[in-house]
């Protein structure tokens, strides 16, 4: 099995540009986020302060969290309830960072990451594919941009689906996320040794599509 591991901070399109590579690669998209934004989304709606490892911790006990892939798509299930939609709110990305940080948390879902990637060919991304849960994977790269030019997307996104969202917020938060992600004590957000940086600051979709895309092929032929 191939698994390509792309790493990076948050909003630096990780999710989106990997999911074109598993399209063109007819590879399984695994959005490892989406797994700590359902937990975080469990915590915050139960009412627990997410970043408390006291509070946190004894809700994994009956916490039943899965992937499902539709028609190639990645779907997020708590117990019978698809969260895909409801992860992605605005308040949950500071939960998903906070839960993150939580050593059992990542124990918790470490097993059925590696599973998926022992029986699919796979593009998985996250903060630390390349160095922790698949340190093996054939292809690493560490994907990135600037804080600002993180923000701006993000805001436009958001906006582009109607909500009402403040630049100067988002900016200080993927701040503050950057460095929760940096910090931690367990498995923090690192460029692998063997990982290819590529800074996607300024560039368009497209671009960054592309420039991952040949990066990507490039890889591929020295291994395949």
């Not at 560490?142 to 436009?156: C, I, K, N, S």
């Not at 996104?157 to 009402?164: D, F, P, T, Y």
């Amino acid at each position: 099995m191939v698994s390509i591991a792309i790493d990076g901070p948050a909003g630096a399109g990780k999710s989106t540009i990997a999911k074109h590579l598993a399209k063109k690669f007819g590879y399984i998209y695994v959005d490892t986020g989406a797994l700590y934004r359902a937990i975080g989304l469990y915590a915050y709606e139960k009412g627990k302060n997410t970043a408390s490892e006291q509070e946190v911790v004894p809700l994994l006990e009956e916490i039943e969290v899965k992937l499902a892939f539709v028609q190639g798509e990645q779907r997020v299930f708590l117990g019978e309830r698809d969260v895909s939609q409801a992860i992605r709110q605005p308040e949950i990305s500071m939960a998903a960072s906070n839960v993150s940080a939580i050593p059992k948390v990542r124990e918790f879902l470490f097993d059925l990451q590696r599973d998926i990637a022992k029986q699919n060919n796979v593009v998985m991304d996250g903060r630390d594919i390349g160095t922790v849960v698949l340190p093996d994977a054939q292809v690493k790269i560490f994907l990135t941009a600037t804080p600002q030019d993180r923000a701006r997307r993000r805001y436009e996104e958001l906006i582009q689906k109607g909500h009402k969202v403040d630049y100067d917020q988002l900016l200080e938060e993927v701040i503050q996320r950057d460095y929760n992600d940096s910090n931690r004590a367990i498995a923090p957000l690192r460029q692998a040794k063997d990982a290819t940086l590529l800074d996607t600051t300024n560039f368009t979709l497209e671009q960054a599509v592309q420039a991952m895309t040949e990066l990507v092929e490039g890889k591929l032929k020295d291994v395949l």
